[in-house]
């Protein structure tokens, strides 16, 4: 069901019950883009069934999806069309267009594109963990969550806040020190470093160096630690059920559940797929959420991110408990 991960903070003030949540996403429904719009989002039954809950709980999770449809004209298309335009001026009046009146030539051209450019839908799946005030979502970049984000604020009413989760080390410090280490002792207990990542150097024109498919506890890796190369993205393992890619921003990317994890929960053939993969899904990533968290230092306040923090070994003891709370990406 998730495919990526975004981890925010619900502040003191949101819907405490999914009814007032529901009644809140009520009032920004989805409606398709008109013939002269270019792009159109809304809130629709994360089941999928028309004229459904906009709010599911499942297993005392929250579920919404967003929908989200834009139009694309080609560029080629409005430039062609507005050098028509331009060419008719020049030759109607022996004028030449300035830059406003160009500007306006161009927007008119892309509003009569738009009627006979195909829509493109996709979707953003919400979860809520109100127990943990957690609020996760499946978007692959920071465009696609400000409009959930946007959206919550403008339903939610005043004083809503929402806060990106940071931990007290900075996921490229860790990455750094984990990839740096000597032996499986020094990593996490609960993670494995896979196969993938990314380095990147310094400077005006830094270096990246990328491993696909290769042994990460090499020499050859700790050199370009050494060196200075941080890692932007690192293929992670959790507890051999989940496999991601953790962003330098702490996001995670590429989430796949491993073979027969979703088969262990689905005893009954004919109970709801979707109340299942939900419960499932959400148990797994739920577990997960708060290992990484303190492999990464513990949760800190908001703004109190040391991103110079040394490493903290990963098996040493804490403190105090954590707290229970680029590539191009496709458009969907």
């Keep these: 069901m998730f495919k990526n991960l975004m981890l925010y903070r619900l502040g003191p003030i949101w819907p405490a019950t999914a009814a007032q949540l529901e009644e809140a996403l009520a009032a920004e429904p989805f409606v398709e883009c008109g013939a002269s719009q270019q792009k159109s989002s809304g809130w629709v039954p994360p089941r999928g069934e028309e004229h459904g809950a906009l709010v599911e709980t499942v297993a005392g999770q929250w579920i919404a999806r967003l929908a989200i449809e834009t139009k694309a004209v080609p560029g080629e298309a409005v ?26 030539l161009r927007d008119d051209a892309l509003q009569s594109l738009l009627p006979q450019a195909f829509p493109r839908l996709g979707h953003i799946t919400l979860w809520i963990d109100p127990e943990n005030r957690w609020l996760v979502l499946d978007a692959s970049a920071q465009g696609k969550a400000d409009e959930i984000i946007s959206s919550l604020s403008r339903v939610s009413g005043q004083g809503f806040t929402v806060s990106l989760l940071q931990t007290k080390l900075s996921p490229q410090a860790a990455m750094s020190a984990w990839l740096a280490a000597e032996s499986e002792e020094e990593l996490p207990e609960a993670f494995h470093v896979e196969r993938e990542c990314e380095l990147k150097g310094s400077g005006e024109e830094p270096s990246v160096v990328k491993f696909s498919r290769h042994d990460l506890a090499t020499d050859e890796v ?29 996001q995670l990317k590429k989430i796949a559940f491993q073979e027969g994890v979703f088969e262990e929960g689905t005893k009954d053939k004919d109970e709801d797929r979707f109340d299942a993969d939900v419960a499932l ?51 969907f």
């Excluded at 370009?224 to 993205?233: A, S």
């Design 79 to 104: 430039r062609r069309k507005t050098q028509e335009a331009i060419e008719h001026i020049e030759k109607t009046t022996g004028r030449k267009p300035g830059k406003k009146e160009t500007r306006d």
């Design 222 to 250: 700790r050199q370009h630690i050494r060196e200075g190369k941080l890692p932007t993205r690192l293929a992670l393992g959790w507890q051999g059920r989940v496999g991601f890619t953790l962003t330098q921003t702490l």
């Design 281 to 331: 899904s959400t148990g797994e990533l739920g577990a997960l959420i708060p290992d990484l968290i303190e492999a990464l230092g513990g949760e800190a306040e908001p703004g109190a991110l040391d991103v110079n923090a040394p490493a903290v070994p990963a098996k040493a003891p804490q403190e105090s408990a954590a707290p229970v709370a680029d590539d191009e990406d496709p458009p």
